[in-house]
């Protein structure tokens, strides 16, 4: 393939296989990488350790008495719908970030997290939450959330390389809207607000990589991976059923692809500028992603030769429009 993908958004409901599939790209070397699917090394970007955080901030809040300011409760959607768009902020801010090779090393994870979550909030035209903190409460959040913020910082500084040439970025998000809405959906939910919020930067060199499955699917699926013992994990978190139905009930994907002014393709307005984002279509309706929840060791050859097959599928569709 003579083109190359800088910056792969990778995209589909809940469950669908979008960690499966960026796991199965992580473990290809740059030749397989290049060889198979026109990219290069993959370094990732992911928004969801992010909405774990804000759980765990708001579980915080809560257990002090206070308004839980993301969430109202576990098993219930965001409360402010903007912040769809603070999750994108924080996606372009990670970006930056990763192109520039910057580490950062605040002094307190914690304290550096919330004054992120107030800024990104802040450019999508939602409330700051945590300036208006007393001292003693915003002291007790840091301290109750400071390891999970440690581990969110560490793992973010892992993914910057020492050199972006020849690396592709892989950037996981889901976005949909309530269960048999009607199309367009409305601003801020699904993925045409979402990709208008993206970084011009990140805009000029992103394709797309859909994941396809129904929405009974991913609820299925949802269901299937969700480990309580593990609730925090990439693999096996689970979502709660109020947010399957009230986020991801659909999603708007067809949609974009059905009105875009040009095939194989989702057209955003961002920026005064208009995007045409390559977009391949990988059909994972009959499942073919999740074997790779098991170990790199006993995946079979048979299921990484169906996986292989359809992911080529996709990316041919992306190089069409390249």
């Known amino acids: ?28 070397s740059a ?33 002090l008495g206070l308004d839980g300011g993301f969430f109202d409760a576990d098993h219930l959607p965001m409360k ?16 930056h970030d990763m192109i520039n090779g910057r580490k950062p090393e605040p002094e307190d994870p914690s304290s550096w997290l919330l004054d992120r979550y107030d800024v990104c909030r802040e450019k999508v035209g939602a ?47 889901a976005r949909g809207g309530a269960d ?27 394709s797309i990589l859909y994941i396809w499955v129904s929405p009974e699917e991913s609820r299925r699926k949802n269901e299937h991976r969700t480990d309580p013992n593990d609730p925090g994990s990439i693999l096996n978190h689970g979502v709660p059923i109020e947010v399957m139905m009230g986020d991801y009930g659909c999603d708007d994907m067809a949609h974009l692809l059905e009105t875009s002014e ?25 499942d073919l992603t999740t074997f790779i929840r098991d170990d790199l060791g006993h995946w079979k050859q048979e299921d990484m030769e169906k996986l292989q097959a359809g992911m080529r599928e996709a990316f041919d569709q992306i190089f069409s429009q390249l």
């Open 262 to 286: 040009k095939d194989n393709t989702v057209t955003v307005e961002a920026h005064g500028k208009t995007y045409l984002l390559p977009l391949g279509r990988f059909d994972n309706r009959v």
């Open 1 to 28: 393939m003579s083109n190359h993908i800088d910056v792969l958004l990778l995209n589909a409901l809940p469950a669908s296989g979008k960690s499966e599939a960026r796991t199965y790209l992580a473990s290809l």
């Open 180 to 206: 048999k809405s009607e199309m367009p959906l409305n601003d801020p939910f699904g993925y045409q607000y979402s990709y208008r919020m993206l970084c011009p930067e990140m805009l000029e060199k992103s």
């Open 80 to 95: 402010q719908p903007l912040d769809w768009g603070t999750l994108m902020e924080l996606l372009n801010e990670d970006y």
């Open 127 to 173: 409330p700051a939450q945590f300036r208006d903190l007393s001292d003693d409460n915003r002291s007790k959040l840091e301290d109750a959330i400071r390891d999970e913020a440690a581990k969110l910082l560490k793992d973010k500084i892992a993914e910057v390389p020492d050199s972006m040439e020849g690396k592709t970025v892989v950037v996981e998000f």
């Open 31 to 63: 030749e397989e990488c290049e060889k198979q699917f026109g990219i290069g090394h993959t370094v990732q970007l992911d928004d969801y350790p992010y909405v774990h955080l804000m759980r765990c901030i708001s579980q915080e809040l809560r257990a």
